[in-house]
């Protein structure tokens, strides 16, 4: 340190202030891009996230009933083996002219769709994971010529206990 400051003594009056005001000038670029800029990011990004979970709670409260409802629905109980659970959930949906197969693979069930409707074969997938537990493990899905038809390979995974 008192290298330092015999140096500085050593300097001219003008090249004094000149080191003076750039230690000062390095000071704040220090302090307001090392330390106050990233802390006002930290703060803007929390208070963000909070009134996120503000909105969700608020939201939540208002819907409360709904949402005990729906946590109250299980799976319905199906004693029947995945496959034929499948193929009669597919037919009642309106997917009995595009199903090409339906075969058990592995633990779970393996399904071939040939020109089904799109909107058809969401509802129905949606029905199989809502209503009775049935998991998508892979899906191909192919557009055909015909707008809103579909070419698809579905596996499920066996039913949740």
Partial sequence: MNKLIAWYAGLQAREQRMVAF???????????????????????????RNDT????LTWMRANAAEIR?????????????????????????????????????????RVQLEGAPFDVVVTWLATLDQRYGLSIESIT???????????????????RT
């Fill in 141 to 159: 899905v192919d557009r055909t010529v015909k707008p809103g038809l579909i070419n698809a390979s579905i596996t499920f995974t066996q039913a």
């Fill in 53 to 56: 979970k503000r909105q969700d």
């Fill in 69 to 109: 409802a729906a946590g109250s629905e299980l799976p319905a109980d199906s004693s029947e083996p995945p496959v034929v659970l499948v193929d009669r959930v597919g037919r009642a949906a309106g997917l009995t002219d595009a199903l090409r197969g339906t075969q058990p693979s592995g633990s779970g069930v």
């Fill in 22 to 48: 750039g230690g000062i000038a390095l000071a704040l670029i220090i302090l307001v891009g090392g330390i106050l800029l990233p802390l006002q990011s930290a703060v803007s990004s929390a208070e963000s």
